[in-house]
């Protein structure tokens, strides 16, 4: 066994659940076996994006063998509330969202009705015997044409399709502008992708009536949050629902929005007395999963001749799909909104953020959720801005950064204050380790040899942990801003840390042991801990915003730390010297001399079982805090791109990617490098290859893998990490998130980089996904104009 003080944060242990994992024993939500024998749903979903529902003639599936209810979203309307929407912005109204569509079904895929029988395939057959005679209507799923006078009408009660419009400003744009040398405009699309976790998603309900209590296993990144709002769609007391969220298999935040399957399963089970569960099938998750993204942007940035910015302003076109989903609304108008000025000291902004319905699944969080939209706007437009002065794209970048003695550094929107940075040193780790100086000569000579080779930058700040109740009370967000802990020692001093947090990937049981084995001064094996089960951990708000380290990690170090602090008045008395002279070294208090060494099973025993504490000293080592931040976290970093494109076939290979990132002190560099390869894994797959597809009735065309390509292995490069820390200095570990960042940085990196390959050609545009076709299309235009 490693010695106590070697294995704290900072080091790499590898991730505890891989075991299980890889030897095939994970437990996720359709390997968990009921009381009794379930009952199977599937759900009936709409083959077109917009359609009134004329009939619906349920009366053969009825009959079906094995069948024991079809349900259609009239029957249901008293059982299942509305579903809630946890982020409203100020003013904004929101028309109801059915568990299942009533009279008009509103994307492709919506669901109609639910048939449950004994097993998936009756239900499946059953499915098939349903008549539902449909009247189909003009559709729209491009945000910025449903913005458009006379195109189809989504929500009946929201005029022209726009759900809210929500501006932010800072300083005085129109006077940037006046006064600016160089004014560049763009119009940025920023895809609708599918987030399409390796785990569809999955719940199985029990009800047990004698009881009244009701179990609800689900592929969920916030059991808490489920619990809660399964109450109140259901009406049901929250202090009866247990919801357990078993191994789950990515989320990447599209899992953590209470789903129509959900509210319905729970309702069926609770109607039917009997287990129901329902799994989603592939083409399903990519129909009726929350998407992500989705942006038109029209942008200007305003700046000196000598490539200092002065103004940056927006409007964005956000899809929200079409009802609105928890935290659909404050992604791009505050997650994306409030962000774009980046890294960079730029006095007046203006951005107006346009919500608006369309006919497409909802859209929501997506690993990044906002930043990565905001990002890539103010990424790409620096490029261009340092193209049009003739500047070196770091050049450019060092002359705008804010200081590092700028922080605590509030952004000119004043609603946003960046806890700390050094963003020059990050990216002198990033050039040094790219070696940029010889990439540039290389290029040079390439293209002497006629051959496109790019080099492309992005230097990004994002926002993780999700705290500061202040703020975002102010801007609608009413999902509470802390994060729970528990830390308890058993009698026989091993410990059990619980949080409210919920891992799908994350490794949280490794890095929370860390934390707490540091604290304790004990060996992380000694150290369990539990998530993702309502009924073993009190409370939570769940994984998402990167918030589980800055947020859950600070609530896990604090209540360590009240844990020691009685332990150590116990030992102080059973050592009989005063509590400020207790030593504590791995595993065991002493004496001011360090003799009498009192082990931690010791104090353990009398904290549990011997008479006579200290005064005031109740029995036991067990502490739970409710973390609540003064603010967010911002890391940082820098992304270097190096790429090669064949014009001739449009291909794009990556031939370098190096990342520097800042997360503040890190708990677990395995861990967090692996969270970087992830992220950028995704934000590569945005640039080059992903993107839903719509068909001009609104019908999904890519609603699988062969269509919708995510990217494999053999396409990426090694990734070259690095890091530089900066800590945080709102919460006492020090750290920021890492979940997102290489999602954020990787798209504007990869775009910057093509671009900058194909400038010899006069291409100045190319949106995501880079796909060869565009690639040529692009050079074709570009010669054309020449
Ligand atoms: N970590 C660390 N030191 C830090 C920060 C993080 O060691 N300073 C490590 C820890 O091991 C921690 C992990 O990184 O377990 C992630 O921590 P954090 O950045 O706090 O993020 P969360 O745990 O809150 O995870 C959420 C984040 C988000 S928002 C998305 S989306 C995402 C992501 O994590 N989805 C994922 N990473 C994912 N990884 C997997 N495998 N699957 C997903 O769905």
């Known amino acids: 066994m490693p010695e106590p003080s070697t294995v704290r944060i900072g080091q790499p242990l590898r991730r505890r659940e891989d075991r299980r994992h890889l030897a095939g024993r994970g437990r996720f939500t359709d390997d968990i076996a009921a009381a009794t024998r379930a009952l199977h749903a599937v759900v009936l979903r709409s083959p077109h994006a917009h359609a009134r529902i004329r009939a619906i003639d349920t009366t053969r599936a009825e009959t079906a063998p094995g069948v024991v209810t079809v349900l259609t979203g009239a029957h249901l309307l008293d059982t299942i509330a509305p579903l809630p929407a946890t982020w409203v912005l100020p003013g904004m109204t929101v028309p109801e969202h059915r568990a299942l569509a009533v009279d008009i079904a509103r994307f492709h895929g919506d669901g109609i009705a639910v048939v449950v029988a004994e097993t998936a395939a009756a239900a499946q057959d059953a499915l098939e015997?349903?008549?539902?005679?449909?009247?189909?209507?003009?559709?729209?799923?491009?945000?910025?044409?449903?913005?458009?006078?006379?195109?189809?009408?989504?929500?009946?009660?929201?005029?022209?399709?726009?759900?809210?419009?929500?501006?932010?400003?800072?300083?005085?744009?129109?006077?940037?502008?006046?006064?600016?040398?160089?004014?560049?405009?763009?119009?940025?699309?920023?895809?609708?992708?599918?987030?399409?976790?390796?785990?569809?998603?999955?719940v199985l309900a029990e009800y047990d009536p004698v009881r009244e209590r009701l179990t609800v296993h689900s592929t969920t990144q916030g059991p808490h949050a489920l619990k809660r709002q399964l109450a109140g769609v259901l009406r049901f007391p929250e202090h009866r629902i247990r919801v357990v969220a078993p191994d789950v298999g990515g989320g990447f935040g599209a899992k953590l929005h209470l789903y129509p399957e959900e509210a319905l399963v729970a309702a069926l089970a609770m109607r039917l007395g009997r287990p129901v569960r329902w799994t989603a099938t592939r083409g399903e998750d990519f129909l009726a999963t929350n998407h992500g993204r989705d942006h038109v942007q029209d942008v200007e940035l305003c700046a000196t001749a000598d490539g200092v910015i002065t103004g940056v302003k927006a409007t964005i076109w956000a899809n929200l799909g079409a009802y609105l989903s928890g935290m659909g609304a404050g992604v791009p108008a505050v997650n994306c909104g409030l962000m774009l000025t980046g890294v960079y000291r730029i006095p007046h902004v203006e951005v107006d953020t346009i919500g608006v319905y369309t006919h497409t699944s909802r859209v929501d969080t997506y690993r990044g959720a906002g930043r990565p939209e905001a990002t890539y706007l103010i990424e790409r437009m620096v490029d261009e801005l340092a193209r049009e002065l003739h500047l070196d794209p770091a050049e450019i970048r060092r002359r705008n950064f804010i200081p590092v003695d700028?922080?605590?550094?509030?952004?000119?929107?004043?609603?946003?204050?960046?806890?700390?940075?050094?963003?020059?040193?990050?990216?002198?780790e990033a050039l040094n380790l790219a070696d940029y100086r010889r990439l540039r000569e290389e290029q040079a000579a390439l293209r002497r040899q006629g051959r496109y080779r790019g080099i492309g930058l992005c230097t990004y700040t994002e926002f993780t942990g999700i705290g500061d109740g202040r703020v975002l009370n102010m801007l609608g967000?009413?999902?509470?801003?802390?994060?729970?802990?528990?830390?308890?020692?058993?009698?026989?001093?091993?410990?059990?840390?619980?949080?409210?947090?919920?891992?799908?990937?994350?490794?949280?049981?490794?890095?929370?042991?860390?934390?707490?084995?540091?604290?304790?001064?004990?060996?992380?094996?000694?150290?369990?801990?539990?998530?993702?089960?309502?009924?073993?951990?009190?409370?939570?708000?769940?994984?998402?915003?990167?918030?589980?380290m800055p947020v859950g990690g600070a609530a896990v170090h604090r209540a360590a730390g009240r844990v020691l602090a009685k332990a150590r008045l116990i030992a102080a008395h059973a050592l009989g010297v005063p509590p400020a002279e207790v030593g504590h070294g791995p595993g065991v208090f002493t004496g001011p001399d360090g003799s009498n060494a009192l082990s931690w099973q010791e104090v353990a025993r009398l904290a549990h079982f011997v008479p006579g504490l200290p005064g005031g000293v109740e029995p036991g080592l067990d502490e739970r805090i409710f973390h609540q931040p003064e603010n967010l976290t911002?890391?940082?970093?820098?992304?270097?791109?190096?790429?090669?494109?064949?014009?001739?076939?449009?291909?794009?290979?990556?031939?370098?990617?190096?990342?520097?990132?800042?997360?503040?002190?890190?708990?677990?560099?395995?861990?967090?490098?692996?969270?970087?390869?992830?992220?950028?894994?995704?934000?590569?797959?945005?640039?080059?290859?992903?993107?839903?597809?719509?068909?001009?009735?609104?019908?999904?065309?890519?609603?699988?893998?062969?269509?919708?390509?995510?990217?494999?292995?053999?396409?990426?490069?090694?990734?070259?990490?690095?890091?530089?820390?900066?800590?945080?200095?709102?919460?006492?570990?020090?750290?920021?998130?890492?979940?997102?960042?290489?999602?954020?940085?990787?798209?504007?990196?990869?775009?910057?980089?093509?671009?900058?390959?194909?400038?010899?050609?006069?291409?100045?545009?190319?949106?995501?996904?880079?796909?060869?076709?565009?690639?040529?299309?692009?050079?074709?235009?570009?010669?054309?104009?020449?």
């Open 129 to 202: 015997a349903i008549e539902v005679s449909y009247e189909p209507l003009a559709a729209v799923t491009d945000p910025l044409a449903a913005a458009q006078d006379g195109a189809p009408v989504v929500r009946s009660t929201v005029d022209g399709n726009v759900a809210f419009r929500f501006p932010v400003r800072g300083g005085d744009y129109r006077q940037a502008k006046a006064r600016a040398d160089v004014v560049i405009r763009r119009r940025l699309r920023n895809q609708n992708l599918v987030p399409g976790a390796l785990e569809p998603r999955s």
């Open 406 to 428: 700028a922080f605590p550094y509030r952004q000119p929107t004043g609603a946003v204050v960046y806890d700390s940075g050094d963003y020059e040193r990050n990216l002198d």
């Open 634 to 786: 911002f890391p940082f970093g820098t992304s270097i791109a190096v790429v090669d494109v064949d014009p001739d076939t449009g291909d794009i290979a990556i031939d370098r990617f190096v990342a520097v990132d800042d997360c503040g002190t890190i708990i677990n560099p395995l861990l967090v490098r692996g969270q970087i390869h992830g992220g950028l894994a995704q934000g590569l797959g945005q640039a080059l290859l992903e993107g839903a597809r719509y068909a001009d009735d609104g019908t999904l065309t890519t609603a699988d893998w062969m269509r919708y390509p995510f990217p494999r292995a053999q396409q990426l490069p090694r990734f070259e990490t690095g890091h530089t820390i900066t800590p945080s200095p709102v919460n006492p570990l020090g750290v920021k998130g890492v979940g997102e960042a290489g999602a954020i940085a990787a798209p504007p990196a990869v775009v910057n980089a093509v671009l900058d390959a194909l400038a010899p050609l006069g291409v100045t545009h190319l949106d995501m996904p880079m796909s060869p076709e565009r690639v040529r299309a692009a050079i074709a235009t570009a010669s054309e104009e020449a």
């Open 477 to 548: 967000f009413a999902f509470g801003g802390w994060e729970y802990a528990r830390v308890l020692v058993h009698p026989d001093g091993t410990v059990t840390v619980h949080t409210g947090s919920a891992d799908h990937g994350q490794g949280h049981a490794t890095t929370y042991a860390q934390i707490a084995a540091d604290v304790l001064n004990l060996p992380p094996e000694d150290i369990d801990v539990v998530e993702g089960d309502t009924a073993q951990v009190e409370f939570g708000l769940g994984t998402f915003n990167s918030r589980s």
